[in-house]
């Protein structure tokens, strides 16, 4: 195992050993292969560069007790891709070489999975680009889908301590825009937003939809589920959210395991006193308790600000213990890559 502090890995940049890196040229996708270089030299009319086409995924290699490396849904990150790649016209990456890519990378970086227990994993990101030249408004000719990866800890410091969001001023995304699919263009709009956020003392903001302005969306690298007074797991549903995998996870686990009833519905920024409980959700935020919302200046405060819920603690315990398999995955959920 590398010599890292795996008690104390934040969410930053690490250098591993090797990343995947194929290329799509003449209507085909290479086989791709390992790399060692970390470094990808463009041609400086790249359509990624100038116009955003690019597109990327982010999912996670856990350590489990008996040494043994689960990836978590892999499928649906390879799936979601292709409809970002679709969105952006850009050739959708086939499924199987996502699988292998993201295999490949994590079993030749194997050293840099944490240890079971430290709560470090490996975070693995896929990224698609529009290489080549081009100056107007086009797609590019030639593509690179890369999978690199770094070992990580909590998103949100402090990770299962309650975080407080401010209600951002500015859309994440256009009501039929591109919030739906996972492209760069969208967190570039959500660099200020969050800066702002974060001066005033908040963990990051939520974005409200973009058309009434009446209903939380999500914040700018989670989704957002609260649960109701009468015991309701809610999450927005939305065109301009991204459809998080997290989420999707904790819609089952809620009926299946801890047998609430679940709408994907609205949740009103208006009505947040109807919610006992809230949190954000995603691979890399995982779930972090919602300790408080700021909305036109005031807090409401959901459980605590100083921990989480009774029910937002079972679904993170669930979740975990199943990506890091210590709990039974549902079929399908579980990809052993080691
Ligand atoms: N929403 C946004 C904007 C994100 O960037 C992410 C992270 O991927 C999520 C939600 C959570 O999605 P997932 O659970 O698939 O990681
Ligand atoms: C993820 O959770 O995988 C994300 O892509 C969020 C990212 C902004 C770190």
Known sequence: MANLDWNNVGFEYIQTDFRFVAHYKDGAWSAGELVKDNHVVLHEASPALHYGQQCFEGLKAYRCKDNSINLFRPEENAKRLQKSCQRLLMPPVPVDLFLKACTQVVQSNEKWVGPYGSGATLYVRPLVLGVGKGLGLQPAQE????????????????????????????????????????????????????????????????????????????????????????????????????????????????????????????????????????????????????????YQGKLHVFYSQEQAGPITKKLYETLVGMQFGDLQAPQGWITKVS
Not at 149 to 156: D, E, K, R
Not at 165 to 193: I, Q, W
Not at 239 to 254: E, K, Q, W
Request: with cysteine; hydrophobic share 45%.
């Open 143 to 294: 593509y690179l889908f890369i999978v690199f990866c770094a070992p990580v800890g909590p998103y949100f410091k402090g990770g299962m301590c309650p975080a407080n969001f401010v209600v951002s001023e500015f859309d994440r995304a256009a009501p039929s825009g591109t919030g739906a699919v996972k492209v760069g263009g969208n967190y570039a709009g959500s660099l200020l937003p969050a800066k702002l956020a974060k001066e005033q003392g908040f963990s990051d903001c939520v974005y409200l939809d973009p058309a009434t302005r009446t209903k939380i969306e999500e914040v700018g690298a989670a989704n957002f589920f609260a649960i109701s007074k009468k015991g309701v797991f809610v999450t927005p549903a939305s065109p301009s959210i991204l459809p998080s995998i997290t989420r999707m996870s904790l819609v089952h686990l809620a009926k299946e395991h801890l047998g609430l009833e679940v709408v994907e519905g609205d949740v009103f920024i208006n009505a947040l006193e109807e919610y006992s409980e809230a949190g954000v959700c995603g691979t890399a935020a995982v779930i972090v308790p919602v300790g408080g919302i700021s």
